[in-house]
């Protein structure tokens, strides 16, 4: 039973190019979200998923986009890179919403 | 915004001694949550109080939460060294809501 998987671990970026972070958890739940996580401070919601086939925004969203296809996967992307974006990135899942979040360990990104 | 703020934003005791965090929050809440991270990691639940329980306990953790003051406490009695880390407070307002983070307490375990 891995839990919630995220990939790649690391990556650096150029400003302006694209890539997509993979999230997937084995546990069949509904909920699944993205989070960034600046130097010294908290998560903040990028957007969330409250079941397969739907998307919304949270806190931050802007120069995000995600797909969640299968209900195993939450695909965060960036289209066009900008160096704000360098972060480090969690990806969860939880049954519903108001229950216990399972989280992965994180995409260290740079964008240089 | 339903977020939480967490306080004192940084904590160090020494180890044996309690330790005492704080998280208030704006609106009404359906839950509210704590969570762990050590340096690097992932967060790790610990403990989930609902909107009608005023008081919650597992292993060494007390929780205590007041929707009259919108705000929740988290106690680790007998510190060790090894609950240095981030604490977190997270909450939803509904079974049918994301959840939120708070900014965080990091908490120092001197030996």
């Known amino acids: 039973n891995a839990g919630v998987t995220q990939t790649p671990k690391f990556r650096v970026l150029k400003t302006g190019q694209s890539m997509t972070l993979l999230c997937a958890q084995d546990?069949?739940?509904?909920?699944m979200y993205w989070y960034r996580q600046d130097p010294g401070m908290g998560l903040r919601l990028i957007h969330y998923s409250v079941g397969e086939g739907t998307t919304a925004k949270g806190e931050v969203p802007d120069g995000y986009n995600v797909s969640r296809l299968k209900k195993q996967n939450f695909l965060l992307g960036l289209e066009s890179a900008a160096p704000s974006q360098t972060s480090v990135y969690f990806c969860?899942?939880?049954?519903?919403?108001?229950?216990?979040?399972?989280f992965g360990q994180g995409t260290r990104l740079t964008v240089v | 915004s339903q977020q939480g703020e967490e306080d004192p934003q940084a904590l160090s005791i020494q180890e044996g001694e309690n330790a005492t965090m704080n998280c208030s929050y704006k609106t009404s809440i359906n839950n509210l949550q704590w969570y762990r991270q050590n340096s690097g990691r992932g967060l790790v639940h610990l403990i989930l109080?609902?909107?009608?329980?005023r008081e919650k306990h597992s292993g060494r953790l007390r929780v205590t939460l007041d929707t009259s003051k919108k705000s929740s406490s988290l106690l680790i009695t007998a510190s060790r060294a090894a609950d240095t880390a981030s604490y977190f407070c997270a909450t939803s307002y509904s079974s049918a809501s994301k959840i939120i983070f708070g900014s965080g307490t990091r908490l120092s375990i001197r030996p």
């Open positions: 109080i609902r909107s009608n329980e």
């Open positions: 546990m069949n739940h509904e909920y």
């Open positions: 969860a899942s939880s049954l519903w919403g108001n229950t216990e979040a399972f």
